[in-house]
């Protein structure tokens, strides 16, 4: 990508601008980022929070379910990490893990699932009236994709740790996951809390349109509105003819 480090700069200037403005106004924002593994959630995130501060800026990416965990209400886990007044919160993986890998890996039963999708959408709608600004990505990739990329992290010994036993069995459960996705975004897509979707088989490209559309979305003094716009080949709000015209892969 063209001038991809002057431009990210350019991006992390508006993000500690948009940080300013949440402290002074105590706001509270909460970001997911979900997608298919060796999507470049690591990667993204870690250009959002750069250069912000940690006091008021938080990754969570939780582990398994403990026991305790699994015997209360599935939503109940993430409750205590969700942002106060002046903190921007960003969830690396979320409560769509019940929708996705759990799913496909068979870690919950049936009515689990339907019962997360039935909770899911009141939960969100909960937090964005108590005042929390929510935002949900996706990021997808290629089969082929990631596949490159898993093999890149084996041979690389700096990144191997996060090739996980899940993860090597990504690309023979490709179709469930997808299935998985598909199901998903349709489900739990809304106007009040909608996904928005990036094609992220250029990495570079993901990360600059995801820090876009988030500063986008968001109000702040002194936004520089003329470097946030987004390419539509990269980034997308759901809609369910995304599955007839290609922009999620098969």
Not at 128 to 157: M, T, V
Request: aromatic share 10%.
């Amino acid at each position: 990508m063209d001038n991809y480090k002057s431009i990210l700069r350019a991006l992390q200037i508006e993000l500690v601008k948009l940080q300013r403005h949440f402290i002074a106004c105590d706001h509270r924002i909460l970001v997911i980022v979900e997608g298919r593994d060796a999507a470049g959630k690591d990667g993204v995130i870690k250009r959002i929070v750069q250069h912000l501060s940690p006091r008021e800026t938080r990754v969570v990416a939780l582990g398994k379910p403990s026991a305790r965990d699994a015997a209360t209400w599935y939503f109940q886990r993430y409750v205590p990490y969700l942002p106060a007044s002046a903190e921007f919160v960003i969830f690396n993986r979320s409560w769509y893990n019940r929708a996705g890998v759990e799913r496909v890996m068979g870690f919950c039963n049936e009515a689990d699932y339907q019962r997360f999708f039935r909770m899911v959408a009141p939960f969100e709608h909960m937090l964005i009236d108590s005042g929390i600004q929510l935002r949900k990505y996706f990021l997808d990739i290629d089969k082929s994709e990631q596949q490159e990329r898993f093999l890149a992290r084996e041979q690389d010994p700096l990144s191997n740790w996060k090739i996980s036993p899940i993860d090597r069995e990504a690309q023979s459960n490709w179709e469930n996951y997808s299935q998985a996705r598909n199901e998903m975004l349709r489900r739990s897509h809304s106007d009040l809390a909608p996904w928005v979707i990036i094609r992220a088989n250029n990495k570079k490209a993901a990360r600059i349109n995801l820090i876009k559309d988030l500063l986008s979305s968001l109000d702040y003094d002194g936004k520089d509105e003329k470097i946030l716009k987004k390419d539509s080949n990269i980034i997308q709000r759901y809609k369910p003819e995304m599955l007839d015209t290609g922009f999620l892969a098969d």
